[in-house]
């Protein structure tokens, strides 16, 4: 599907409002100090907005589930998409956080980060696991993606598509309280992908926003399409920054400048690590469908 500038706008919103919060961590002097009720809401409509937008362009893009080859393309097409990127965030978290203790530390043993490799982290916590923060979300999306087949299924209306997604979230919430598994937090944003669903396979479409604003918001299209990678690897460009101006030990606000500055960089070299990403994928693929 061609890109969507609504759409668009509420990732980069999403992705801008996230690493902020984040950024906020490991600054000396914080500018909105106490407000912790503020920061949550934020946090919660950053995420909401990042979900929903999945399930709206998923739905937009991958309509027809009618056939086996039709399931097992979405698959290889989602998993090309965000596994291999995650891996390797995995990887720095582990390393930062994990071997070099950067803050915030992390102590997870083998088994409990071989769950967040295999993007069980949100199904089998609190009892099993404890999900990696921040990259837990990529755990939530994969599951969803997981799902999606069962929830649309071929010519499932939107009515059908609420009806046998409610009883899956009604499923996930016995699990919950009865076995102490399934995050709470994949039950909390379960609903937004939902709703991106419906939302698409009702027909909703923002024409009158994109002809108002056609030619514009190039940098917006950037923010939303460099935010997988951003979000993937903020908290490692971060945590490593931080250390680094912290054995420098200059004044606070030299040390604020440099991890605000972070942030454009961050952006700028997340946009090129995806574009660069999305045409090995391209090449790979072409690869594969040659004769020969």
Same mark, same amino acid.
């Given at each position: 599907?061609?890109?969507?500038?609504?759409?668009?706008?509420?990732?980069?919103?999403?992705?801008?409002?996230?690493?902020?919060?984040?950024? /906020?961590?490991?600054?000396?002097?914080?500018?909105?100090?106490?407000?912790?009720?503020?920061?949550?809401?934020?946090?919660?409509?950053?995420?909401?907005?990042?979900?929903?937008?999945?399930?709206?362009?998923?739905?937009?893009?991958?309509? &027809?589930?009618?056939?086996?080859?039709?399931?097992?393309?979405?698959?290889?097409?989602?998993?090309?998409?965000?596994?291999?990127? %995650?891996?390797?965030?995995? &990887? +720095?978290?582990?390393?930062?956080?994990?071997?070099?203790?950067? !803050?915030?530390?992390?102590?997870?043993?083998?088994?409990?980060?071989?769950?967040?490799?295999?993007?069980?982290?949100?199904?089998?916590?609190?009892?099993?696991?404890?999900?990696?923060?921040?990259?837990?979300?990529?755990?939530?999306?994969?599951?969803?993606?997981?799902? %999606?087949?069962?929830?649309? +299924?071929?010519?499932?209306?939107?009515?059908?598509?609420?009806?046998?997604?409610?009883?899956?979230?009604?499923?996930?919430?016995?699990?919950?309280?009865?076995?102490?598994?399934?995050?709470?937090?994949?039950?909390?944003?379960?609903?937004?992908?939902?709703?991106?669903?419906?939302?698409?396979?009702?027909?909703?479409?923002?024409?009158?926003?994109?002809?108002?604003?056609?030619?514009?918001?190039?940098?917006?299209? &950037?923010?939303? /399409?460099?935010?997988?990678?951003?979000?993937?690897?903020?908290?490692?460009?971060?945590?490593?920054?931080?250390?680094?101006?912290?054995?420098?030990?200059?004044?606070? !606000?030299?040390?604020?400048?440099?991890? %605000?500055?972070?942030?454009?960089?961050?952006?700028?070299?997340?946009?090129?690590?995806?574009?660069? %990403?999305?045409?090995?994928?391209?090449?790979?693929?072409?690869?594969? &469908?040659?004769?020969?």
């Amino acid at each position: 599907m061609s890109r969507i500038l609504i759409l668009d706008s509420v990732k980069a919103a999403a992705i801008i409002l996230i690493v902020f919060i984040h950024l /906020y961590n490991y600054l000396l002097h914080h500018p909105i100090a106490g407000c912790h009720d503020l920061i949550a809401l934020l946090s919660f409509l950053a995420l909401a907005g990042f979900t929903f937008v999945s399930g709206y362009t998923i739905h937009a893009s991958n309509s &027809a589930m009618g056939t086996r080859e039709d399931v097992i393309g979405f698959y290889k097409k989602r998993v090309l998409r965000v596994y291999p990127l %995650y891996l390797a965030a995995l &990887a +720095a978290f582990f390393v930062c956080f994990q071997v070099l203790r950067l !803050y915030p530390p992390l102590e997870l043993p083998p088994a409990e980060w071989a769950i967040n490799v295999l993007c069980l982290q949100v199904l089998l916590a609190p009892a099993f696991a404890d999900p990696v923060f921040t990259l837990w979300f990529v755990g939530f999306i994969m599951v969803l993606y997981l799902l %999606y087949p069962v929830i649309v +299924a071929p010519e499932r209306s939107a009515r059908g598509i609420i009806l046998i997604s409610g009883g899956i979230f009604a499923l996930f919430a016995v699990l919950h309280f009865l076995l102490n598994i399934v995050d709470l937090r994949l039950l909390q944003y379960y609903v937004f992908f939902i709703a991106g669903i419906v939302a698409a396979r009702s027909g909703i479409r923002f024409s009158r926003f994109e002809t108002r604003f056609a030619g514009r918001g190039a940098g917006v299209t &950037a923010a939303a /399409y460099a935010s997988y990678c951003v979000y993937l690897f903020h908290m490692p460009a971060f945590a490593v920054s931080a250390a680094f101006m912290g054995r420098l030990s200059p004044a606070w !606000y030299l040390h604020d400048a440099v991890m %605000y500055m972070v942030v454009p960089a961050l952006f700028g070299v997340s946009y090129g690590v995806q574009k660069a %990403y999305d045409a090995h994928i391209r090449s790979l693929l072409s690869g594969k &469908a040659a004769p020969g």
